[in-house]
């Protein structure tokens, strides 16, 4: 963060964590108990011995049953397959709880929908995990873009996690890059140049796919998106062109724990403020809507 943030004077946000698999342990889990703006109170996870050692090294409890971790916490935070997370989130908003919310926030559309209604409907707080923006190196490019009048834009976000490990899930090796990697390029090109007001896409989400994104001012831009592709690490880089000299944003050589800290001094915030920031459900869904226009032909 740029500074050091004040001393947090609220009490902790008592967050209940839904999942277990290797995304819970190594980032939920570690920095929701990190605090001091948030405590982690309980896990749940439909294996029960999962859960028991994703709570354990924080002294965190485990729920038998969804419904006694929402008893246990004020707000639930979600590392799960997307369709799972739209019902279960749906249940959790029902009974009043904010919401940290992961991306893409169902498996379709309609799914997405009712999830971003459910949570309108409780005026429960939500928030999505996008982690590119809350680091401060991307809030500093962003804040320049929005500056620029930006003719055309080229970008990309590759990996080869696809191609075995942890992160060759079942969804993902099902939908493909658009569903997982989608979310986060296409809100930093909505972020940076102007609201896609339209979108085309080519390709094969489970090998390459291509978008091409009309801009409200404009502008067009294309991205690129594979999981399955052998580079020796992940790349997400943007090109803005205009009038000016090219900016250019590149994740190579960032430190992958900057954007934690601000994540969960602005959840906390957010829930004790009652007031959702703009990266919310209404955002998840605007992506949502992205993707299944791009995946029509």
Request: one cysteine or more; charged letters at 20%; a neutral charge.
């Amino acid at each position: 963060m740029n500074g050091t943030p004040p001393a947090w004077s609220s009490s902790p946000v008592r967050v209940g964590l839904v999942g277990a698999g290797p995304w819970a342990r190594a980032v939920h889990a570690r920095v929701l108990a990190a605090g001091p703006e948030t405590q982690l109170t309980g896990v749940w996870a439909r294996r029960t011995e999962a859960a028991r050692e994703t709570a354990a090294p924080y002294g965190a409890a485990v729920a038998t049953t969804f419904e006694e971790l929402l008893d246990g916490c004020e707000a639930v935070a979600f590392a799960v397959p997307p369709a799972v997370q739209a019902d279960l989130a749906h249940r959790a908003a029902k009974a009043g709880k904010a919401l940290l919310l992961e991306k893409p926030l169902g498996a379709d559309l309609p799914s997405a929908r009712r999830l971003a209604e459910a949570v309108q409907d409780a005026g429960v707080v939500s928030q999505l995990v996008l982690t590119n923006r809350y680091h401060p190196v991307v809030r500093e490019f962003l804040a320049t873009a929005r500056e620029l009048d930006v003719a055309g834009a080229r970008s990309c976000l590759v990996h080869g996690a696809f191609l075995g490990g942890d992160f060759a899930t079942t969804w993902r090796l099902e939908h493909g890059a658009l569903l997982d990697l989608g979310p986060h390029l296409l809100d930093l090109l909505d972020a940076a140049i102007g609201r896609i007001v339209a979108i085309r896409g080519t390709g094969d989400p489970r090998r390459w796919i291509e978008l091409t994104c009309e801009h409200e001012n404009g502008a067009v831009s294309q991205a690129s998106l594979s999981g399955s592709v052998n580079v020796p690490s992940g790349i997400t880089r943007i090109e803005l062109f205009g009038s000016r000299p090219t900016l250019v944003f590149d994740s190579a050589g960032l430190d992958q724990e900057e954007p934690w800290p601000v994540l969960r001094r602005e959840f906390a915030t957010a829930v004790r403020s009652g007031v959702s920031g703009g990266l919310d459900a209404r955002r998840g869904l605007h992506l949502q809507t992205l993707m299944a226009l791009a995946l029509k032909r």
